[in-house]
């Protein structure tokens, strides 16, 4: 054999010694026995390649599965692509314990066999007949559409181990879609999808589903009590305990979205073998409010009585484990921080984790996620009206492994889609003003339980639309693409960060997530164009103001907002949105005109603007009151710049006050401190801000340090932008800086160690 035969041989003998690319995903059943897993698998570079398929085994076998490609890695000239998302879904029949189940390019264990479960659409409902001879027919509850209005099936998903369908109505007063996704267990799953287009301020009409089938037993339970039919059975849903219809045993009937929604009833009978249910997920009475263009949906889950419930998501409840590093290779989202000998710092993580889940609103506006308040299960209907921080969200479960984050980002998704994207023909994908009340427009009904958007669409609430792109990679669901693709046109047309709208610079994020998920150069590009934008109105020092105009050189003193559009001036709030996606496009595109001096002008601004305590005053840096909860979000800004810049004492020093403002606030007030009321107002010198105003003509004559002493500090409330970016904070500071530091207690003459005492 000559030398070059031996290297031929050894080098594909080695080559078969190397392991394929695989991904492992460790599952937990919510229940034991056969469930559905159901699971969007992140896929490196290189492991799936278009055209082929996803073998999966578990302990060496294999697994039957279907699998179908969500997203794909950027293309590359003369290399096939690869798919980087794609939902895997298979029964599997579990014991108690976890399951780790491996997947790699391969030969597809397909399965072959038919769904137990046969679900058929029309303009109605759904007739629904199973393997076993059951059969049941589900109508939805909504106003009588135009019956020769056009209607379309969009077929979404259908393999050996999943059936999904949606079924569009267009209906000119009330557009609808009837929604049904069913899998290899018999768990079907139906969403009537509800639009209105009636103007103004108006209140949902009936909206859920009838049921109707054979059964010679039925039940209905209700926060762990079981009732069975030996009536009429009614009850209403506003106490939040999640309900279910048994059917002899062998179904249940469910709605993963009613604990949640508040609304509503529940009605059920059972008679000579015949059961009929309707659940309503509001009635007329209840005055749900529904907006212009506006969607309303009502779900129901239909499954037997072994399978595990669906969580609000519409996702099993299983817990799912991936690798970090998988994550980190797609999202660039990165470890967790290393807090196995902080247990301190670890119980903190977990407390900023659990506060934002109790950041998101149940009820009218059920999914939006608003604020969180000490005490309270839930957030309040009232908060921005913003998806700026779902991708932190996302990113901070993907370290830390906690679904819940997921689970609240998506909801918070899916209720940004319904109720704040606007839908209608003109700006078409723009989002909805919050809290139209306060904007001077014409006040719609009062609603304490409900945040009425505007019907006009304003740009710079488009901030966070690139979440849509993660929560359609993590559910496959298209009302995610849909909201992405219209919030882009909308963006690249109508969003602009120059004069009266710099702090859409926020954006270039958006745009910049969505360049490195999917490499398309239209999305850098549109990142270019709104930092050039801002060029132009950049002012003393390369900052800017909210307005665009030049910063004026000598401002009065400022105590509100309407002061500061007279007075120019760079404030902390606004221009910090210029670091959440400048730093990267910096990396980018080294040598764009004034990019880095921008950068490094608005992280210097930050950093010297920030009072000791460990806050940022608004709106002026010298203004009575000191924000500590939305600090966080600053420092993650800050962050963003040192990964760009490199780091810098002064930086470093304002993430280290954020932080430890935070760690004591946990130590010593077991909560999270929210900010500083000025001493004016407390000692009663003076109560409302032009009476403040009033005492000073320049900033430099008002006196921060009795704040220390004489002020109040506020505790126990934080919006999601002082919680989402705290784990990435965390594990960056500690990267730098031993954790020693910010556990020290402050000194009891420093701003913090007097704010507690």
């Known amino acids: 054999m000559g030398v070059a035969r031996t290297l031929a041989v050894a080098a594909a003998l080695a080559a078969l010694t190397v392991p394929a690319l695989a991904v492992d995903v460790v599952v937990t059943p919510a229940a034991p026995g056969l469930q559905i897993v159901r699971v969007s698998v992140p896929l490196r570079d290189g492991l799936l390649r278009r055209g082929s398929h996803l073998a999966a085994t578990t302990a060496g076998k294999p697994v039957p599965c279907a699998q179908r490609e969500l997203t794909w890695h950027p293309s590359r000239t003369g290399r096939p692509r690869y798919a980087r998302r794609a939902l895997v879904t298979f029964p599997y029949r579990f ?7 491996s997947f790699r390019q391969g030969v597809a264990q397909a399965i072959w066999a038919p769904l137990p479960v046969l679900v058929t659409l029309d303009r109605e409902g759904a007739s629904i007949s199973y393997a076993d001879g059951r059969s049941f027919r589900a109508d939805a509850l909504w106003p009588a559409a135009d019956p020769s209005c056009a209607v379309r099936m969009e077929e ?27 899998d290899a267990v018999g768990q079907v799953t139906l969403v009537a999808h509800l639009q209105s287009t009636e103007p103004g301020f108006g209140r949902a009409p009936d909206l859920g589903w009838r049921l109707e089938g054979d059964a010679s037993r039925a039940a209905l339970r209700s926060g762990g009590n079981e009732e069975p039919l030996t009536g009429p059975v009614e009850r209403g849903c506003a106490d939040g305990k999640a309900a279910a219809l048994t059917l002899d045993g062998a179904y249940r009937v469910e709605h993963p979205m009613q604990p949640l929604n508040r609304r509503g009833k529940l009605e059920a009978s059972l008679d000579a073998g015949r059961f009929r249910y309707r659940y309503l997920r509001c009635t007329g009475s209840d005055r ?13 889950v239909i499954s037997p009585a072994s399978v595990a419930p669906l969580q609000p998501s519409l996702l099993p409840a299983h817990g799912i484990r991936v690798d970090w590093r998988e994550w980190d290779a797609l999202y660039g989202s990165g470890p967790p921080a290393d807090l196995a000998k902080q247990p301190k710092l670890a119980d903190l993580a977990r407390m900023q984790r659990d506060a934002l889940v109790s950041s998101a609103a149940e009820g009218d506006d059920a999914g939006n996620v608003t604020g969180w308040n000490e005490g309270r299960p839930h957030g309040p209907a009232f908060g921005m009206n913003r998806l700026n921080h779902a991708a932190a969200m996302l990113d901070e479960a993907r370290r830390s492994g906690d679904r819940r984050l997921t689970e609240t980002a998506l909801r918070w998704c899916g209720n940004f889609h319904d109720l704040s994207v606007w839908w209608g023909p003109e700006q078409r994908g723009g989002t909805r003003y919050n809290n139209v ?4 427009q014409t006040p719609p009904p009062s609603e304490p339980s409900f945040m009425w958007r505007s019907n006009s669409s304003v740009t710079f609430c488009t901030k966070g639309f690139a979440a849509f792109f993660e929560a359609f990679e993590a559910t496959g669901d298209p009302r995610m693409l849909e909201a992405l693709q219209a919030q882009v046109a909308y963006a690249v047309e109508f969003l602009h960060a120059g004069a009266e709208t710099t702090r859409n610079v926020g954006c270039v994020q958006d745009f910049l997530r969505l360049h490195r998920f999917t490499g398309e150069t239209r999305y850098l ?5 709104l930092f050039r934008e801002l060029r132009a109105c950049l002012s003393t020092g390369d900052l800017f103001t909210e307005g665009g105009r030049p910063i004026k050189a ?7 907002d309407s002061q500061g559009y007279l007075h120019p001036f760079a404030k902390p709030y606004i221009i910090g949105y210029a670091l959440e996606g400048l730093p990267e496009l910096m990396r980018l595109r080294p040598g764009e005109p004034k990019l880095r001096d921008t950068v490094e002008a608005v992280a210097g601004f930050l950093a010297q603007s920030q009072d000791p305590c460990g806050g940022w005053r608004y709106p002026h840096p010298r203004s009575s009151g000191v924000i500590l909860s939305q600090a966080m979000e600053h420092a993650w800004q800050l962050v963003q710049a040192e990964r760009a810049l490199g780091s810098a004492p002064d930086r470093l020093d304002a993430v280290e006050r954020v932080l430890r403002q935070r760690v004591h606030g946990s130590l010593l007030r077991k909560s999270i401190l929210s900010g500083v009321t000025g001493w004016e107002r407390v000692t009663g010198k003076a109560t409302t801000a032009a009476e403040i105003t009033a005492l000073y003509r320049r900033p430099a004559d008002r006196d921060a340090a009795r704040d220390y002493r004489e002020g109040r500090l506020d505790v126990g409330s934080s919006p999601p932008e002082g919680l989402a970016g705290f784990g990435d904070v965390l594990r960056w500071y500690l990267a730098h800086r031993p954790a020693s530091r910010l556990l020290a207690p402050p000194r009891p003459d420093e701003p913090l160690g007097l704010l507690l005492r």
């Open 437 to 440: 009340a306060a904007m001077g």
């Open 156 to 182: 979404v998903e259908r393999n050996g181990a999943c059936a999904w369908q949606r079924l569009h109505i267009e209906d000119k007063t009330w557009p609808r879609v009837i929604e049904a996704r069913s």
């Open 95 to 101: 014991g108690a314990a976890p399951v780790r189940f």
């Open 554 to 560: 000598d401002p009065p003193f400022i105590e509100e």
């Open 525 to 529: 590009e549109e990142a270019l164009r």
């Open 288 to 300: 749900v409010p529904m907006q212009e263009r506006a969607w309303r949906r009502a779900d129901m």
